[in-house]
């Protein structure tokens, strides 16, 4: 069964205090390793696709790199509009869905 | 672009009771998604259409549950009858020939 473990559950940040989001996961063959976010109350914003081992997304202060068994989501010198919950998902290979982990719920206090 | 719209954004209804939550995916996808959020389980996929064909629907939790999508622009997720560990956020998503999907905002429902 297809699975993804988000670390940590919650975490907050100084503004300025650069840390790593970790998504673990196993899946039977990877075809794509999704990032998302999600605002209070709204329902989650596509962020970055990584699709191979040893390849990286960036996007502003947010970096994502992938290895064959975890995700990380860097954030350098976060500020507080960066406060949202995290979200990773995998996509098995085929055309299966997307299996979402928990998500991390970033606060960044000024 | 007006993006997944989904109807009502909140509602809250009694135990028994019959719940129409709906979506207007983006004009154009192809495909539909139907989750369920809570805190204990996270973001749950509950069924998926692809051209309007229901193509699984392993997630949907028990018989009360079902989903239509009569046409490419419309699609709903029936609970009959309704109970309280049913509430929950459900979101509605569209893609097109891609895993990468666009989530409407959300059905937030209480059942009491």
């Known amino acids: 069964e297809d699975q993804v473990t988000q670390s940590p559950e919650a975490l907050r940040l100084q503004e300025g205090e650069s840390s790593s989001l970790n998504c673990s996961y196993t899946v039977s063959g990877l075809r794509g390793l999704f990032w998302y976010r999600q605002d209070p109350g709204k329902g989650p914003e596509f962020l970055f696709t990584?699709?191979?081992a040893g390849e990286e997304k960036e996007k502003e202060r947010l970096k994502a790199t992938l290895t064959k068994k975890e995700s990380f989501l860097h954030i350098t010198a976060p500020k507080p509009e960066d406060s949202a919950t995290y979200l990773c998902a995998v996509q098995a290979s085929g055309n299966t869905p997307l299996v979402f982990g928990k998500g991390t719920r970033l606060s960044v206090i000024a | 672009d007006a993006g997944v719209i989904q109807s009502p954004r909140h509602e809250v209804t009694e135990m028994g009771q019959e719940v129409t939550l709906r979506c207007k995916p983006i004009s154009g996808h192809n495909s539909l998604f139907w989750y369920r959020q809570t805190m204990m389980r996270g973001l749950e996929l509950l069924i998926y259409f692809n051209n309007n064909v229901p193509i699984d629907d392993s997630g949907m939790p028990e018989d009360r549950f079902s989903a239509k999508m009569p046409n490419a622009s419309f699609s709903t997720l029936k609970i009959q009858p309704s109970e309280p560990r049913d509430s929950a956020v459900y979101f509605c998503?569209?893609?097109?020939?891609?895993?990468?999907?666009?989530f409407g905002p959300g059905t937030r429902l209480t059942v009491l």
């Open positions: 998503a569209s893609s097109l020939d891609s895993p990468e999907q666009f």
């Open positions: 990584l699709y191979s």
